[in-house]
């Protein structure tokens, strides 16, 4: 059975603003992604990555960069904060006497 003509007419104007906002949508998340270097997908949803330029790639390769310093700093802050941890929570007996061992200990 069809569906009669007003029916349609009344459906038709919420199926085209669908349409065009689920577009719009499409095209502003792809303009996002390939603004901040995302890679897209192509129709078999394997990443393809823009070609940014040079400028794009001197960009990625100087945030790695800072990325790799800031991991590094990471860890001996890590380090420094285990120390810490050992020297709060240790007797304070057995932390003199461990620093009375180094203190001969570069005497020596």
Known sequence: MPLPIEVIQAIAPVGGMAVFAGTIGWVVTTWLKVKNGYPLENSWGKPMYPNGGGEAME??????????????????????????????????????????????????
């Open 59 to 108: 960009r990625i390769r100087l945030i790695s960069q800072e990325n790799a310093q800031l991991r590094a700093e990471l860890g001996s802050i890590k380090d420094r904060m285990a120390v810490l941890e050992r020297i709060a929570t240790d007797s304070p007996a057995r932390l003199a006497a461990e620093i009375d061992s180094l203190a001969t200990k570069q005497l020596n």
